[in-house]
């Protein structure tokens, strides 16, 4: 059963995970074994190492555990979603019937099949026989689209960043006559740059998805049929194939179908690509299916009269930074120091950080402080926050931060 983990993790997160966990062994790039101190390799695969960590007992793992994942977070921890065999393959035949991916299908790798988004494109192509271009190429780079023409890639993929960068390359001016679709998921992407995907695939004789997920179901929960796109271009969609989906709210407590619902609460999904549940150590691995298919996403979502879904918050306090979802009060505790005040608030890929200063004061070297920090205990890019200086946070009458103010009424800068 193995545990999928970036490549780019650092060296006290491994440390932290194979602590909790007790692996009996490391796949790692040969000089990842100098750079964590994993000790000798017992199969060498060209440049890869197969590492011994551990020959000590463990409690067993669990029949049905296949997988391990991150919830894409990028501030390190141990939690991970506990993924059965049966979840990732329900998952690649629900993508399937939505998308219609099929033996002649050619996808090339835009993210890491350490994120749950980058494998599900795998796992839904090698489900069908079709092609997949494995390439480390960056997006911005000519030869990843040398690729694109010269493996004639039909279905291209990406989170909000992704398509930030591809409006940057002029994407609708390319020549690309083998693109059949594009799907976007990840995050929120702008009703502006939704629009521009349309017309861009409209002019490339493609269609473009838009989708929403989370690690926890695998992958994908919901599309939104491009057909209906353009008139609804906030909207996360319908729910993907043999799944159910139900809004629960203080008014209906207990809703547990779809009919019991009511138009706006946290988001509630059942399907068989729900995880068996989560892990914080080793000894969780023996658990079994602790969610029985059903799924309490922590989204708060309205439902149009036709049935579209909308995002409208979160229950509790993350948001998404390129793909990787961010506890805000994590980041809180972070940047705290004595004397210090922070509040984290913002949307999807605009991390706003509040630090309340006194006006007269400099606050250089304490911003200075935030953006070491962040850059040494995180992966958080620096275009994905604004450290905004205030006279005073907002409060509510219990004295705790009004995150609500904090969002409407100070803007970033």
Request: aromatic share 8%; charged share 20%.
């Amino acid at each position: 059963m193995p545990l999928l983990l970036p490549q780019n993790t650092e060296k006290a997160d491994l440390e932290q995970i194979v602590k909790a966990y007790n692996p009996d062994f490391i796949y790692a790039p040969l000089d990842a074994g100098e750079r964590f101190e994993l000790g000798a390799t017992v199969v060498q695969l060209e440049n890869y190492g197969l590492f011994a960590i551990s020959a000590a007992s463990s409690p067993p793992l669990h029949e049905d555990l296949a997988l391990l994942l991150t919830t894409s977070g990028s501030t390190g921890g141990k939690s991970m979603v506990r993924l059965s065999a049966k979840n990732i393959s329900s998952n690649a035949a629900q993508i399937t019937e939505f998308l219609g991916t099929t033996a002649d299908d050619v996808a090339i790798t835009t993210m890491p099949m350490s994120y749950s988004y980058g494998l599900s494109v795998i796992n839904t192509h090698l489900l069908n026989g079709a092609t997949i271009v494995a390439t480390d190429e960056p997006l911005m780079s000519r030869n990843f689209w040398n690729l694109m023409r010269d493996k004639s890639v039909t279905n291209l993929t990406g989170v909000p960043f992704i398509y930030e960068m591809l409006k940057k390359l002029r994407f609708p001016k390319m020549d690309l006559p083998a693109l059949r679709y594009m799907t976007q998921a990840g995050g929120k992407l702008s009703p502006g740059l939704v629009m521009y995907f349309i017309d861009a695939c409209q002019r490339l004789n493609a269609q473009f998805f838009v989708m929403y997920g989370q690690t926890e179901a695998t992958a994908r929960m919901t599309y939104m049929p491009p057909s209906e796109l353009e008139s609804r271009p906030e909207s996360i969609g319908i729910p993907i194939p043999n799944s159910e989906i139900w809004l629960k709210n203080t008014a209906s407590p207990n809703a547990t179908r779809p009919n019991d619902t009511c138009d706006s609460g946290e988001l509630v999904f059942k399907g068989p690509n729900v995880s068996l549940g989560t892990a914080e150590n080793r000894a969780d691995l023996a658990k079994g299916d602790e969610n029985g298919g059903v799924l309490h996403t922590g989204d708060l979502v309205t439902r149009d009269k036709d049935g579209f879904l909308y995002v409208t918050g979160r229950k509790k306090r993350f948001l998404k930074l390129y793909g990787n979802r961010i506890n805000l009060a994590e980041i809180e505790t972070l940047l705290s120091s004595p004397g210090t005040t922070i509040a984290c608030a913002g949307s999807d890929d605009d991390l706003r950080i509040f630090l309340e200063a006194d006006p007269n004061e400099n606050v250089s070297e304490t911003i200075a402080s935030i953006k070491q920090r962040l850059g040494s205990k995180t992966t958080i890019l620096s275009r994905a926050y604004t450290i905004v200086p205030v006279a005073k946070l907002p409060r509510n009458d219990n004295g705790k931060i009004s995150y609500h103010l904090l969002n409407t009424q100070f803007e970033a800068g």
